[in-house]
């Protein structure tokens, strides 16, 4: 899967490469557009450009290609020009094979027409056909306004085309794709498998951009304040649209008790392959992935994305369902929310999840899963971040799949109101292989077990990682219970540390743990295993979230995390992370050259003593030198 994936991002790395470099040069004609000229409106230059976007795209479409449309600043609607009908809600703007889209120039009333800033040449490609709108007030009644519903149904389609057609630098906005007493059937191209129609319910999706069996160019482009019953902003079926450097903002989509729940409120994937890059999904709206929805085997890549207060029952940031497969990568996940699952994001039996150097921060679920909820399929977390995250169950995630990987993670300061503060495998429906690497978990807490994790059912390892100052009733480190008694947990915990509070390990029905050359606040039998302070450079507390300089329990309701430097002391050096630099100690920890003699030292800077450290970060490059 991962090798398919990067096959893809290859040759989408090398289309994007193509398009910037050698695009300028390409010979072709141009056709302007200006809705403030007066001239001959044939499109040939500035002076006698199109009033009317769709009969540049008329021109185009009848002209030799390579083309461009250069759209001057200002306000084109899909139901204006030549042979268009006024006030037809089923008018849209039509990419086209070989034509490149591009909005933000200056325009006709500028000292340089050609200049182009899209955000200070704003191309606005509206579906408000009577200009009647009223404000938004609460996207929540936006399908109430009367306003809205004499708006286009798709502002901008792409049926069937290839990655010649090229959506640049526009606004597109006030899509209402909300029709369903009307379902229009359309019918496909002639020999094509589904030529009886398109979309029966092409009229209630992607109230900004309708994508069907295509794959265009989407860049540069806002998507703001459009709705549908699926896809408010795009909806995309089985297509491989490339989106890079986009902006999805307060679109919504609404459900229908004939038609399934709502989803997408930024994007909703059905079936397709779409790559995402540099995009923003900002305070869109809908029933399950209020940014993006993913759903019916479907394969995503996102990469340098951003996903900030969205909202959803399921999945604030991303729903993904059902054999789709997500990689992504460098992506931020910020005051997401779910009334359900998932605040960040839900994956309901996703075939493959893969997440690398992700940040989930203030998210909150009021069910399960605050950054993550997960079920069934595998799950690799690589590099990823979660701190101050919120839910009843699992503050940092919700994970039950069937294979499941922690590398490199850091759990800060999450919570759950019942259990497993950082990370919880909590659904029970299938025992689940987990193995967790390196990782931290800091100052989470429960208000019942598993400060930082609980597990259910689960066979796993904990190797190298360190579990200290989480805060529970039972189990302030981990917790181990069966799945209404079916089942004990089998693990295996190595080189690992478990600080900083009592009972660190809280185990039910005597689930089978095995722990070797670790240190164990309280002790635990076991080979090479120690019960002393471990000397990190300085952990973490909770202060009051009223006054920082007021230290408090974890327990008290004002109780917030100030994480710490869990770093292991060292007369010979250990790595200060804000500095960047090594830094010299009068102390060294017990826990330097004490992890398991067979255990290979990995990337451990000279001098190492031949011996791997405990805690994160034994092993790699950043551990703490041997005196």
């Not at 083309?67 to 809600?89: F, H, N, S, W």
């Not at 993913?294 to 996903?307: A, E, G, P």
Request: aromatic share 10%; net charge negative; hydrophobic share 30%.
């Amino acid at each position: 899967m991962v090798s398919l994936i990067n096959l893809r991002l290859l040759r989408i790395i090398f289309f994007v490469l193509v398009l910037t470099v050698f695009c300028p040069f390409t010979s072709g004609k141009i056709i302007y557009v200006d809705d403030d000229v007066t001239g001959a409106n044939d499109g040939t230059n500035w002076t006698d450009a199109y009033v009317f976007l769709q009969d540049a795209l008329a021109d185009a479409n009848d002209s030799d290609k390579p083309v461009e449309i250069r759209v001057a600043q200002g306000l084109y609607k899909p139901d204006q020009g030549t042979g268009i009908i006024p006030g037809d809600p089923n008018a849209t703007f039509q990419l086209i094979n070989g034509v490149t889209l591009s909005g933000g120039y200056a325009g006709i009333d500028t000292n340089d027409p050609n200049a182009r800033d899209a955000e200070l040449y704003e191309t606005i490609l509206s579906g408000d056909l009577n200009g009647d709108d009223e404000p938004v007030v609460d996207l929540k009644t936006i399908f109430d306004e009367t306003s809205r519903y004499d708006n286009s149904h798709n502002i901008v389609t792409a049926e069937y085309t290839d990655n010649t057609a090229v959506l640049d630098g526009v606004t597109v906005t006030a899509g209402f794709a909300n029709d369903v007493e009307h379902i229009v059937f359309t019918p496909g191209p002639p020999g094509h498998p589904n030529d009886d129609y398109r979309d029966p319910r092409k009229h209630s999706v992607g109230g900004g951009l309708y994508c069907y069996e295509a794959s265009p160019v989407i860049a540069n482009c806002t998507f703001v304040l459009n709705a549908a019953r699926r896809g408010g902003g795009i909806y995309n079926y089985t297509g491989e649209p490339n989106l890079i450097n986009c902006r999805f903002v307060n679109n919504t989509a609404r459900s229908y008790s004939d038609y399934g729940n709502s989803s997408g409120g930024g994007l909703c994937n059905d079936s397709g392959k779409p790559v995402m890059t540099g995009c923003e999904f900002i305070g869109n709206l809908a029933s399950s992935g209020a940014g993006i929805s993913d759903s019916s085997s479907s394969d995503m890549i996102v990469t340098n994305c951003i996903f900030n207060e969205n909202s959803a029952d399921y999945g604030g940031g991303i729903c993904a369902d059902v054999s789709s497969n997500l990689s992504i990568q460098n992506c931020k996940f910020t005051k997401n929310s779910a009334s359900e699952l998932g605040g960040g994001m839900s994956c309901w039996e996703c075939s493959n999840l893969i997440l690398t150097y992700c940040r989930f921060t203030d998210n909150c679920a009021l069910g399960e899963g605050g950054a993550i909820n997960s079920y069934k399929g595998d799950s690799q977390l690589i590099d990823c971040v979660f701190e101050n995250n919120y839910a009843y169950i699992g503050g940092g995630c919700v994970i039950d799949s069937d294979e499941i990987s922690f590398i490199n993670c850091a759990f800060i300061g999450n919570k759950a109101l019942s259990e497993g503060g950082g990370l919880s495998n909590s659904i029970g429906y299938s025992v689940s292989n987990v193995y967790l690497k390196n990782c931290l978990f800091t100052g989470n807490s429960s208000g019942w077990i598993g400060g930082a994790i609980n597990f259910q059912e689960n066979n796993g390892e904990i190797l190298n990682c360190t579990i200290s100052h989480n805060s529970a009733l039972y189990g302030e480190g981990l917790c181990f219970q069966p799945f209404f008694y079916r089942q004990t947990n089998i693990f295996k915990i190595t080189n690992s540390i478990l600080w900083g509070g009592s009972e660190q390990i809280y185990n039910v029905n005597n689930s089978k743990i095995t722990i070797t050359y670790s240190n164990i606040q309280g002790g635990w039998e076991g080979e090479g295993n120690t019960d002393e302070d471990p000397l990190f450079v300085k952990p973490g507390y909770w202060t009051d979230i009223n006054d920082p300089n007021i230290v408090v329990e974890q327990n008290d309701p004002n109780a917030v995390w100030v994480d710490g430097d869990y770093y292991l002391k060292s007369q010979a050096g250990r790595f200060d992370p804000n500095s960047g630099n090594w830094v010299i100690d009068d102390v060294t920890s017990p826990c330097i050259d004490a992890g398991d003699p067979n255990s290979p030292i990995g990337d451990e800077p000279f001098p190492n003593g031949g011996i791997i450290n405990m805690g994160a970060y034994g092993g790699t490059a950043e551990a703490s030198k041997s005196p």
